[in-house]
């Protein structure tokens, strides 16, 4: 075990009286406490000020009733009701749509290239949530935050209502014949026509690419990725003669080495390598070791077991270096010795692990280098993980981009030599590093022929183009998805077009003379080419229904990728010699720019989505825009602090932003988070953080996500919405952690606490939860689930200052030992469902109680909003309603529109102004099941009920049950070897339990 993972006395972590180690959330809280922000964090919308204005926080219960008028409020609590509004009835009933019954629909994510399987649930109508389909052997019932809260992006007021033709609303049939002359014209000529698109997992929408190559002679498909592994699928090329991703295998490995690949936050595939992950390492199984080298600490280097932070420009020497180690172990002679960019010590033990696990170990790498995706290639060849953990023959299809062949169409098309440009699902007048020569090679051929988009809006790409024919979006839409050869998925709608939009599909078909319905080309397809490929398929029109139903299909048979009988393994050594020149370039003192993908954020399609930008990010806790991230060691030097703003100069220009101190952050490299910056995104993002794309260099024919940058202070302050600084736990044992050996040896159990309070009726149930700080890698689904569940309101940058974030359930994320290679944690809290609520006995009108069923309740309709219960609240999970979010200007979010309140989810109340609101365990839910239950009188199962952060979990780190039930797996867990309470030293008797982060061993 590595000190970093023992106290400060090199003590084990115990549930007993042994000391354990002391977790932090920020530097601040580490070194000097937490700050008083007295008894209103965030201060009080004081009568007769500006809210904006009032920014000390230093305000007092007198201030509160005064605002709130408690004497007149209590004598009138029973008037205090929501706003009446009238309910409008289905005019014609249907058999398939039934008042107040959801219908659940199978389909395919369109968030990102991943496409993810789903089940979507529909009310009146109405798609509301969006759970993962638990009959997908690769992605199971879960999906990503991104994910989840595509549905509201679905009731995007910033979507185009129909098509433009030079920027001017017009009729379908008008813009259809202007395409079709313009089409003609090329044709005429003999001109190119290409169609630029991100990858397309649709293997019915390829056939279509297919038909456009036979109708144009000049036509040509470019794969453009914004976020690009354009060097992973040309480093297979080279060394295996197949130009793929590999599929990758993390549950086979014993050893995993990343070399900064975010495989559990935003590499590839995160949620079906998430799943792998976690049941490779959960606590039954045998030990396994993670180490990951990067820069920036990622999602996947908090749940690593050693961390080691390496500034860009070296980590491919750290490839290099464990390569020439395993190659010498594996008899390759004649290799030099390159200079080690890190500790000999750490890189001897890395590679001893890995050679010691041939067979079942793996390395992955997200650098988009050529030359370090070669040399990550050999190195798991070289250890024979090839067809084990590293699967050539059934490839990825999630990220086919090609950076070479897009930076040739610009070429061309600012040479004037491209006629016609159709660009679908792309936005490179944004995230492309040239934009500007992008658009102007756009503006050449829109003088010579035509240009066209499919965007949802008329964003920085869309708004150079001559015809926009906006695309549905994918939960309106017919398709298909095969996102690994051989597992294939079905996308169908599940609501008709909120808008006068149309399937590219039908538009490509259309423009081609071959005009025909998404839904009759999908047919056709799957009966011409996905049926002959299953066996015992003989009706198509049974094959269709059952596969339809399912969302899914695994074909048994699939053969293998063409490749070459003897592959030569590329020219490795050359690799290497690229690696060292690099090395060599890149050495002296001088800061490095590290860009890298967000969790919320991704690569910026979603931005204007206010779930994701007031999605606290799981590392920094940062919402509403990015930051410039830097070591705190760096900050000493330079003399500031988070807030000043500086300027990042490269080659590629200079953006401004204000810094914020990570720990664990490599000292000479400061890190952005892409996909902000947008300018015609929509209301909710426009404006919002800054758009660093156009710093991303090209080397080796492939966009490298870091540079070489100058830092320059400004001399500026910005006010940052971070949340790490929210709801300190004071220093307690809050999160705590084991080892594999403590638990052989039968660990400690907790002490009974006495009971001083009388006890209360008891039901036949009481429910329960356990979460799992081993399994919890802290990606965030769960927040963004929960508040799509039960209506959490966004409320804005401004509130988020002010320490008003009203997300019920919170990820809390904590550091141990020093700052510059902490260890992490992650921590989901909710209500704790106290059984003795301490915030029941201070309320004056009972508007919180706690059922026979172990719910702590809160009745909107009683309360007053004294916020007593949040006071003394231990655990800091209640969320006050300062203001009406909901039909309210100030906060001009999707609760804004009527378009955007269809996302509301009808079983849970939307609350008014002044009433306090926390988790209830999706009692929503729970009532469902229940009500189902009596009416067709079959008991409830174990696992039948699923609470949302339960069900969009990847990792199964939430476990939903009746604590009554001695067989259930929620008391097995809450009564196991690694559980304990949130500070159940104070006699709250919560029936939320979590059970200790166990940390393995390291590389030595």
């Not at 050594?573 to 991704?602: K, N």
């Not at 799981?618 to 509403?624: D, E, K, L, Q």
């Not at 979990?953 to 559980?979: K, W």
């Amino acid at each position: 075990m590595s000190d970093h993972c023992k106290g400060a006395k090199n003590e084990l972590v115990t549930l007993g009286g042994r000391r354990a180690p002391e977790y932090w959330k920020t530097l601040e809280h580490r070194d000097h406490g937490p700050p008083s922000r007295g008894e209103f964090p965030g201060g009080l919308p004081a009568p007769g000020r500006d809210d904006r204005d009032d920014r000390d926080g230093d305000t007092t219960r007198r201030d509160f009733l005064t605002l709130m008028g408690f004497g007149a409020a209590a004598a009138s609590v029973a008037a205090c009701r929501a706003p009446e509004q009238k309910a409008v009835p289905i005019p014609v009933a249907s058999d398939e749509m039934v008042p107040g019954v959801p219908n659940f629909y199978a389909t395919t994510c369109g968030g990102c290239a991943s496409a993810c399987s789903l089940v979507v649930k529909q009310r009146d109508g109405r798609p509301i949530k969006i759970e993962g389909n638990e009959l997908s052997t690769l992605f199971g019932g879960a999906t990503c935050a991104t994910g989840q809260a595509t549905v509201l992006s679905l009731y995007d007021e910033g979507r185009l209502r129909g098509p433009l033709w030079k920027g001017e609303p017009a009729p379908w049939h008008v813009v259809d014949d202007q395409i079709a002359e313009g089409l003609a014209a090329v044709r005429a000529k003999q001109g190119k026509v290409v169609l630029v698109s991100p990858t397309i997992a649709s293997p019915s929408f390829r056939s279509v690419v297919d038909r456009w190559r036979k109708a144009f002679p000049g036509f040509r498909h470019v794969v453009y990725d914004a976020i690009s592994a354009s060097a992973l699928r040309a480093a297979t090329a080279q060394a295996f003669g197949h130009a793929v991703v590999p599929h990758y295998a993390f549950d086979r490995a014993r050893v995993i080495v990343s070399i900064d690949a975010d495989f559990l936050g935003t590499w590839l595939s995160p949620v079906e390598f998430a799943r792998q992950y976690a049941r490779g390492r959960s606590a039954e199984q045998p030990a396994s070791l993670h180490i990951q080298f990067e820069p920036t600490l990622s999602v996947t280097g908090g749940n690593a077991d050693q961390r080691v932070p390496v500034a860009p420009s070296q980590l491919g020497a750290v490839a290099a270096a464990l390569l020439s180690r395993i190659a010498r172990r594996a008899g390759e002679s004649g290799l030099a010795s390159p200079p080690d960019p890190i500790d000999a010590a750490v890189l001897d033990g890395v590679a001893g692990e890995l050679w010691q696990h041939r067979g079942d170990s793996l390395v992955v790498t997200g650098c988009n280098d050529t030359a370090i995706q070669l040399v990550v290639h050999t190195i798991n060849r070289l250890l024979g993980n090839i067809g084990k953990t590293v699967d050539i023959d059934r490839p990825s299809l999630q990220r086919q981009g090609d950076d070479a062949d897009f930076a040739k169409l610009v070429g061309e098309m600012q040479a004037g030599e491209i006629q016609a440009v159709i660009l679908h699902g792309v936005n490179p007048g944004y995230d492309y590093s040239d934009a500007a020569g992008f658009l102007a090679g756009l503006a050449k051929v829109d003088k010579v022929g035509l240009s066209i988009s499919t965007a949802d809006r008329r964003d920085e790409t869309a708004a150079a183009v001559q015809a926009v024919c906006p695309d549905h979006h994918f939960l309106e839409s017919w398709g298909d998805a095969e996102p690994v050869v051989g597992y294939l998925s079905l996308t169908q709608p599940v609501i008709a077009p909120l808008f006068d939009t149309r399937a590219a599909v039908e538009s490509l078909m259309g423009w081609i003379g071959e005009p025909t319905t998404h839904y009759a080309l999908l047919r056709e397809f799957w009966r011409s080419d996905v049926m002959p490929r299953v066996q015992d398929a003989r009706d198509f029109d049974m094959f269709w229904d059952k596969t339809l139903e399912r969302g899914v299909l695994e074909l048994a048979e699939v053969g293998k990728v063409a490749m070459p009988d003897a592959p030569t393994g590329g020219d490795w050594r050359a690799a290497l010699t690229a690696i060292q020149g690099d090395t060599l370039r890149a050495g002296g003192e001088h800061f490095e720019l590290a860009m890298y993908e967000s969790v919320a954020m991704r690569d910026g399609k979603n931005a204007n989505n206010p779930w994701l930008l007031e999605l606290p990010d799981p590392v920094t806790g940062v919402t509403w825009g990015n930051v410039a991230l830097i070591a705190p060691s760096l900050a000493g030097k330079l003399g500031i602090r988070d807030g000043d703003v500086v300027a990042l100069g490269a080659p590629g220009g200079t953006v401004e932003l204000p810094i914020f101190t990570q720990p664990g952050q490599h000292p000479r490299t400061v890190s952005v988070a892409l996909g902000h910056g947008r300018k015609q995104a929509g209301k909710a993002a426009n404006g919002v953080g800054a758009n660093v794309f156009s710093l991303v260099p090209s080397v080796r024919g492939a966009r490298r996500l870091w540079t070489d940058v100058t830092v320059t202070v400004t001399g500026r302050r910005e006010k940052i919405a971070d949340t790490q600084r929210h709801f300190s736990m004071e220093g307690r044992p809050i999160v705590l952690e084991t080892t594999r050996a403590e638990l052989a040896r039968g660990g400690e159990k907790p002490e009974t606490q006495a009971n001083l309070w009388n006890e209360r009726l008891h039901g036949d149930r009481s429910w329960g939860m356990t979460i799992d700080l081993n399994a919890c890698t802290g990606c965030s689904a769960c927040v963004v689930a929960c508040q799509a569940e039960n209506n959490v309101p966004v409320i804005g940058k401004d509130q988020v200052q002010r320490s008003r974030i009203m997300h019920w359930l919170r990820l809390d994320h904590y550091y141990g030992g020093s700052e510059d290679d902490p260890s992490s944690v992650h921590q989901p809290m909710m209500c704790q469902h106290c059984l003795h609520a301490p915030c029941e006995t201070v309320c004056p009108v009972l508007a919180t109680t706690t059922s026979s069923e172990g719910l702590n309740q809160q009745v909107y309709n009683r309360c007053i909003g004294t916020r007593y219960c949040a006071n003394n609240c231990p655990y800091k999970v209640r969320r006050f309603n300062w203001y009406n979010y909901t039909d309210n200007p100030r906060f001009d979010y999707n609760m804004a529109n009527p378009v955007g309140r269809l996302v509301l989810n009808p079983d849970v109340t939307v609350r008014s102004r002044g009433v306090m609101e926390k988790c209830s365990l999706c009692v929503q839910r729970i009532h469902a099941v229940k009500n189902a239950s009596a009416k067709s009188g079959e008991p409830i199962k174990d696992g039948q009920i699923k609470t949302a952060c339960q069900q969009v979990c990847p990792t199964d780190a939430i476990v939903f049950g009746d604590l009554n039930d001695t067989h259930s797996r929620a008391h097995q867990l809450m009564h196991g070897e690694r559980a304990y309470k949130v500070l159940d030293d104070l006699g709250t008797r919560p029936n939320v339990a979590y059970l200790k982060k166990v940390r393995h061993g390291q590389a030595t």
